[in-house]
């Protein structure tokens, strides 16, 4: 097991619904991402944090909300999704020392919107 | 922004060949260049990076070799196993912590 853990590991969900996504990185990184892997966009990046700042968006709907309360910890906060965002949800995180370093990444969120 | 190209999208062999994986990138400041494996159902892990001062960097089966001039990097693995089998995504980053992925290459090593 490596030190990303998610959860839930599989979620089923309505559009009309509200739930979130949990991460816990116990490595001590100072950086967290969460990435949407599709069969169209195998891994696409959503968002960045780098020692709880936000430092990317890359043009994710408002359905879709982050919350990063510490280094450790993020969430992604999910309402009124499309059936389209249906997808594996994988986060990661890495030093942040504000240099490329390898991501360590999560088991990911299975997420079927109905 | 970078933009990542990866080729080919699907790639078979026969056990013991070798296989080799192209990847393209648009970013001329770009200068970390992972590669990652995903097995089905598993995550994607670090299998081998290289950074733009150094051409080329091997361990044991697996090598990456980086052309900067010509801003395209590649993967090879030689002596190729069944466990060899995933997917490989490539990915570049030009100084933050923000990596862009490739669309990935499947892989299958036939025994």
């Known amino acids: 097991e490596t030190g990303v853990t998610q959860t839930p590991r599989h979620l089923v969900m309505g559009m009309t619904n509200k739930k979130s996504l949990k991460c816990e990185q116990h490595?001590?990184?100072?950086?967290m991402y969460w990435y949407k892997q599709s069969a169209k966009k195998p891994l696409e990046l959503m968002f960045v944090y780098n020692f709880k700042e936000q430092t990317e968006n890359n043009s994710v709907p408002s359905r879709f909300s982050p919350e990063c309360p510490n280094s450790s910890h993020l969430f992604l906060h999910l309402h009124t999704l499309q059936p389209e965002d249906s997808a594996l949800y994988l986060c990661?995180?890495?030093?942040?020392?504000?240099?490329?370093?390898?991501?360590?990444f999560g088991p990911g969120t299975r997420l079927t919107v109905t | 922004g970078e933009n990542v190209e990866q080729h080919p999208s699907t790639l078979s062999v026969q056990e013991g060949d070798s296989a080799v994986i192209k990847c393209t990138y648009s970013?001329?400041?770009?200068?970390?260049f992972p590669w990652y494996k995903q097995e089905l159902g598993k995550r994607p892990q670090l299998i081998i990076d290289?950074?733009?001062?150094?051409g080329e960097k091997k361990d044991q089966r697996i090598a990456v070799t980086l052309n900067k001039t010509a801003k395209h990097f590649s993967l090879h693995i030689t002596e190729t196993q069944p466990e060899d089998s995933a997917v490989y995504f490539c990915a570049a980053s030009g100084g933050s912590e923000k990596l862009v992925f490739g669309k990935g290459t499947k892989l299958t090593v036939n025994p």
């Open positions: 990661a995180s890495s030093r942040g020392t504000g240099s490329p370093y390898e991501q360590y």
């Open positions: 490595l001590g990184h100072n950086a």
């Open positions: 290289i950074r733009s001062n150094v």
């Open positions: 970013d001329s400041a770009s200068n970390y």
